[in-house]
């Protein structure tokens, strides 16, 4: 059985061609969202019309757009945003772009032009947020956590930003007034709430209570007092394709997109498995999330996850969790405690990569318990051998750091 992957969001395209054998049990787990079309121009135009009325009058607009952590074509949106602003009579030295880069690294020109394309970066001045410099103090959430925000962005008028709406493991759900928190806010903001909150309330997302979690109501506090005064969220299905569109005022965005979500990036799972690859599509420089989305689908006896994430760039810098030396971390290491907590059923965790990064390990778990793989045909090869004597259930998560099992 042949099963082609898309993969390479960022770096081409190039998709994963798996040849696997003709004996193997094997189900490619499609999410619910992959039947619906792709959005076109008049769906863009139709809902980013209706943030005309926003504009009128404004003499400043910013306009906050996510990395590329996320799958969010930018540059898919932008050309029906430039229209409403144009038709609002906004010029362009009136505007500006800044990556909601969060406690990340910053983005260079490549990057930028993967997000906005080409035409963006002559038009308009475009800046990285930084999380140690230059936020204002606007006051304190219920919770405590402290509104210190990009001061670029405090400076403007009209705040607006662009990303995806998709399950969080911290928070319940990305996307919304996440674009402002973390994403435009100061390191010991995010520390605060990724860390003294996600410690206290942080189980609330991982046990499935998603909409009631503590940490996403105190993102959407935290997103009024920032004046966020409009969100454009869509959702993507396992091509990077965006197949719905949310614009307007950011509470409206999770009335909209909640409950869609869910059955969006729904799965339905026939049963358990003995090995599944779990590929890392949209997100892929957070290929964590795939091991703990394919270990949820092994059987209880255990079995083996095979990460597909063959990218060059490799796991996302994130000044809170990185490693930055044999025994340095960032200031939430004791949150991953160190590397990410492998679950007991994964008995063996393959990583497909010809870009083999150590210190990146982390992202997957203990560097000594990950096994490195650079031909993905070698490997198929061994674990046919690994089961002759039984015919495995294999599953196939077409992009495991978006999907829900």
Known sequence: MDVKLQHHLWEGGEAIALRLP???????????????????KDDYRKSLSALGPLIKGKKEICILFDDLTRPTRVYEVLPYLLEVLEGGGVRDEQVRFICAVGTHAALDGTGFRKKLGEEALERFPVYNHNAYENCDNIGKTNLGTPVVVNREYLSCD?????????????????????IV?????????????????????????????????PLLEDVREYGRIARLDAKIDVLVNTRGEHVGLYAGPPEGVYAAMMEKALHHYG??????????????????????IAVRRAAELLKDAGGDVVVLCDIGAGQVVHYLLSRFGNTTWGRLASVR?????????????????????????????EADSIIWVKDIDELIERLDEDYKKRDPDVYILPDATIQLV
């Open 267 to 288: 799965t339905d799972v026939p049963g358990k498995a003995d090995i599944v690859f779990a590929n890392a599509y949209t997100k892929a420089s957070e290929a964590g």
């Open 22 to 40: 003709r004996r193997w049990r094997v189900k490619v787990l499609h999410m619910r969202g992959d039947d619906v079309d792709a959005l076109d």
């Open 158 to 178: 009209v705040r607006i930003g662009i990303g995806s709406f998709q399950t969080h493991p911290l928070c319940g759900f990305g996307g919304g007034c996440k």
């Open 337 to 365: 405690h160190g590397a990410v907590a492998r679950d007991s059923k994964v008995r063996r965790l393959f990583v497909f990569s010809r870009h083999k990064d150590l210190a990146g390990s982390v992202s997957f778990g």
């Open 181 to 213: 928190l973390p994403g435009v806010s100061h390191i010991d903001t995010v520390t605060y709430h990724h860390g003294t909150l996600g410690k206290k309330f942080g189980e609330a997302a991982k046990s499935g209570r998603r909409q009631d979690s």
